[in-house]
T-cell receptor
Framework: AQSVAQPEDQVNVAEGNPLTVKCTYS??????LFWYVQYPNRGLQFLLK??????LVKGSYGFEAEFNKSQTSFHLKKPSALVSDSALYFC?????????????FGGGTRLMVKP | EADIYQTPRYLVIGTGKKITLECSQT?????MYWYQQDPGMELHLIHY???????EKGDLSSESTVSRIRTEHFPLTLESARPSHTSQYLC?????????????FGQGTRLTVV
């Protein structure tokens, strides 16, 4: 089955420190991978995507993600965390169904950045 | 900000009532989706559509129904609301063709059935 997994329910990091939110995927063929962020009482906002090309993808708010084919991972990173980065983060992959393509999401990771 | 809108943002309603959650997008996307989000945050796809007159059920079984009469509009209806329907409902749309593959989400509707 085509899917993504986020192994950590929560990640805690101190402000100013680097952060990593993990994501692994399982798809057939070349993966299209995405990261979204959700702030309280809001919908999901698109952060970045990997389609093809450079394995390091840069996105919104200083976030970046590294595509690693051998490890089937797409971890989200930021060199210096801000308290305002505290939110829910979702990894997603495009999957192909009989009627076309769609996104399937991981279970989400809550990021807590402490001052 | 993406041009996709959900109304209402919050709804508290009694058991047995019929409700419709509205979702509209102005991006001309063919594909639209409804997700149900647990209090524990996991997203579950309950309905999707690939265009006008196309509706499909998602991974999570839901007693709700949807319709897609117009490209921009994808309402979700519960004929008889129950407390087990209490949840956050998120609508999304996307092109999902070529490299324009990301989905755009509305603000969500938080439904409470009492």
């Amino acid at each position: 089955a085509q899917s993504v997994a986020q192994p950590e329910d929560q990640v805690n990091v101190a402000e100013g420190n680097p952060l990593t939110v993990k994501c692994t995927y399982s798809v057939s063929g070349n993966p299209y991978l995405f990261w979204y962020v959700q702030y309280p009482n809001r919908g999901l906002q698109f952060l970045l995507k990997y389609i093809t090309g450079d394995n390091l993808v840069k996105g919104s708010y200083g976030f970046e993600a590294e595509f690693n084919k051998s490890q089937t991972s797409f971890h989200l990173k930021k060199p210096s965390a801000l308290v305002s980065d505290s939110a829910l983060y979702f990894c997603a992959v495009r999957v192909t169904l009989h009627a076309g393509n769609m996104l399937t999401f991981g279970g989400g990771t809550r990021l807590m950045v402490k001052p | 900000e993406a041009d996709i809108y959900q109304t209402p943002r919050y709804l508290v309603i009694g058991t047995g009532k019929k409700i419709t959650l509205e979702c509209s997008q102005t991006m001309g996307h063919d594909k639209m989706y409804w997700y149900q989000q647990d209090p524990g945050m996991e997203l579950h796809l309950i309905h999707y559509s690939y265009g006008v007159n196309s509706t499909e059920k998602g991974d999570l079984s839901s007693e709700s129904t949807v319709s897609r009469i117009r490209t921009e509009h994808f309402p979700l209806t519960l004929e008889s609301a129950r407390p087990s329907h209490t949840s956050q409902y998120l609508c999304a749309s996307s092109g999902l063709t070529g490299t324009n593959t990301e989905a755009f989400f509305g603000q969500g509707t938080r439904l409470t059935v009492v």
